[in-house]
């Protein structure tokens, strides 16, 4: 391998085994507000230190587990930030959709508003000649016309109509200025998550960077040992999972939207991650899982946060295939359990929908969609 190469390789994997000497966290879940530093700036090893020469020793599988710690950590903390950006579009879709409503409140208000206003003065000039009410005020007045003019001499007919058309014009007033209020507020929270949605945006973007960057400056060969230490985890975390005897607990059969939303799933194995992206090409996790049961009849949260909140929660004994298996203490990811220990789901960026081992991550909980 290059010199240059191996140059960078080895100060990455210093960077963060520094880290670890110095007893910072390589491996914490960040939350949001304190996210995990997504740049791993090489700097020089102090002389003395027992890091392996860059011409001379290899990377050891300590220092690329410090790697794969790290890169988890990334990956983590984009995941937090797509499932944000996530529900601020959401929401923004939602306010957009009100504000086209008010919009056509105001409009028919007004047309409303110019219509009463034309009636008043057609009932004032009734009155003014000494004639009876326009019959178009008699319409309005009444959904019984010839009730009201029995019930009221011409005089009187011209009081009621003059105070119930003003009284209307009043409340129809009234009515816009409060559909202006809401459509001014609805504009300020649509700004707001449009504001959220770009800082999202730019926080996923700058996580993933720092992750491609940190796998791009190792050789092929460690890569490929990379990948073996990432396959040797999951596989440890999933026997313990089973060795638990959880298996032997969880008998349940699917349901028919459940078998649905499981064939609707694993159609889409194959297909690559992408943040924010809901197919049919591309998913993120809660992508998946969503359109997945919006394919089965049913439409559920977009996000895994929102579906961890929203939907019945199960005991993981009693689940079924379809059901959703919510993922990490700030349930920033989501997979759909398909039977026998196993979920689909899509993982990360730079890999695609596939199917995995339920206890390969950390378990927060089991939700139902069709509950």
Not at 124 to 138: C, F, K
């Amino acid at each position: 391998m290059g010199a240059g190469k191996r140059s960078l390789t080895m100060a990455a994997v210093a960077v963060v085994c520094a880290l670890t000497v110095l007893g910072a966290p390589v491996t914490a879940y960040a939350s949001q507000t304190q996210p995990t530093d997504p740049t791993p700036t090489p700097t020089p090893s102090p002389s003395g230190t027992g890091t392996p020469d860059a011409d001379s020793a290899p990377v050891t599988n300590e220092q690329l587990e410090a790697v794969r710690a790290k890169l988890e950590g990334l990956y983590h903390d984009a995941a937090v930030a797509t499932d944000a950006y996530n529900a601020a579009e959401e929401k923004a879709d939602k306010q957009s959709a009100e504000i086209v409503d008010l919009a056509h409140e105001v409009v028919k208000g007004q047309e409303k508003l110019d219509k009463l206003q034309d009636l008043i003065g057609a009932a004032a000039r009734a009155q003014y000649r000494g004639g009876s009410l326009p019959p178009e005020v008699q319409l309005w007045l009444s959904e019984n016309p010839q009730e009201f003019l029995e019930g009221a001499d011409r005089l009187r007919q011209g009081q009621l109509a003059t105070k119930g058309l003003l009284a209307e014009m009043n409340r129809t007033q009234d009515d816009l200025e409060q559909y202006s209020k809401d459509a001014s507020a609805r504009w300020q929270k649509l700004e707001s998550n449009r504001k959220a949605k770009e800082k999202a945006k730019k926080k996923i973007k700058k996580q993933i960077a720092a992750a491609e960057k940190l796998e791009a400056d190792l050789e092929d060969d460690e890569r490929e040992r990379l990948a073996k230490l990432e396959e040797d985890a999951a596989q440890q975390k999933q026997a313990a999972w089973l060795d638990s005897g959880i298996l032997d607990e969880i008998d349940g059969k699917a349901s028919e939207q459940g078998k649905k939303a499981v064939k609707f799933a694993t159609d889409q194995i194959g297909k690559p991650y992408e943040w924010g992206a809901e197919g049919p090409l591309t998913y993120d996790c809660s992508g998946l899982t969503s359109q997945a049961w919006i394919a089965a009849g049913r439409g559920i949260p977009r996000t895994s946060q929102e579906q961890w909140r929203q939907l019945t929660h199960i005991p993981v004994e009693n689940m079924r295939p379809g059901d959703l298996i919510i993922y990490n203490a700030d349930a920033s990811h989501v997979a759909m359990y398909i039977g026998d220990g196993s979920i689909v789901h899509a993982p990360r960026p730079g890999r695609t929908v596939t199917i995995a081992g339920a206890g390969t991550m950390p378990i927060l909980g089991v939700v139902r969609p069709d509950a």
